[in-house]
């Protein structure tokens, strides 16, 4: 149980364009997800916290315009890069918390590489 | 602001060693502290998860210890193997701000055939 699909697994795009991620959990309900960004050799870093229904919650220094997070449903929650540059190129990954669970503890899927050229 | 560090960075070890990773967190206020597995490329599997009123959990060859009032936990791997090489993350749940984690930098562990 508490499995979290994320889509696609890895995305080249070209610089300029969008890019759309999809985290759904796939046997749970999610009323928050996250998002986190991972440099090569670093730790994740939060972007953002997605809540269903609601705006997203950013942290400081993530641009809410470029970073796009919509939460429309309880098992989805999409991540668009716009306007990618290749200093965007990174491995994202969402996180899912099941909706009532105990703990908090969050489900994590298995990342979405970004090559933006 | 929640601030978690891992010593050390990156540990190579012979197969069947038995080792230990590190992690301290300098705000004691915390609900629990997990501990995952990354491999290269991939997202995160969790390992352990000790509450702050626990002292220790244990899995199979794995076992974590906590000591909140001083800020440390402890990853313990007995009789490591080949297939144990991965970076390992600890990550801090604070005892308010709902589920949100604060991360350490990771430790990348090699074990040698």
């Known amino acids: 149980g508490a499995v979290v699909s994320q889509h696609p697994s890895w995305v080249i795009c070209k610089s300029g364009t969008s890019v759309k991620i999809e985290c759904r959990s796939l046997?749970?309900?999610?009323?928050?997800m996250f998002w986190y960004r991972q440099f090569p050799k670093q730790s994740l870093m939060l972007m953002a916290t997605s809540n269903e229904g609601s705006k997203a919650t950013y942290e400081q220094g993530v641009e809410k315009d470029k970073f796009l997070i919509n939460h429309a449903s309880l098992t989805l929650s999409t991540l668009t890069v716009t306007s990618a540059h290749p200093e965007d190129s990174s491995f994202y990954i969402c996180?899912?918390?099941?909706?009532?669970?105990?703990?908090?503890?969050?489900?994590f899927g298995a990342g979405t590489r970004l090559s933006v050229l | 602001k929640q601030e978690v560090t891992q010593i050390p960075a990156a540990l190579s070890v012979p197969e069947g060693e038995n080792l230990v990773l590190n992690c301290s967190f300098t705000?004691?206020?915390?609900?629990?502290l997990q501990w995952f597995r990354q491999d290269p490329g991939k997202g995160l599997t969790s390992l352990l998860l000790i509450q702050s009123s626990q002292r220790e959990q244990t899995s199979g060859r794995l076992n974590a210890s906590l000591d909140k009032s001083s800020g440390r936990s402890t990853l313990y791997i007995a009789a490591s193997q080949p297939g144990d090489s991965a970076t390992y993350l600890c990550a801090v749940r604070p005892e308010t701000s709902g589920s949100r984690l604060t991360f350490g930098e990771g430790t990348q562990l090699t074990v040698n055939p």
């Open positions: 705000d004691s206020a915390i609900y629990n």
């Open positions: 046997d749970f309900q999610a009323t928050t």
């Open positions: 996180s899912a918390v099941p909706t009532g669970g105990y703990g908090y503890i969050q489900y």
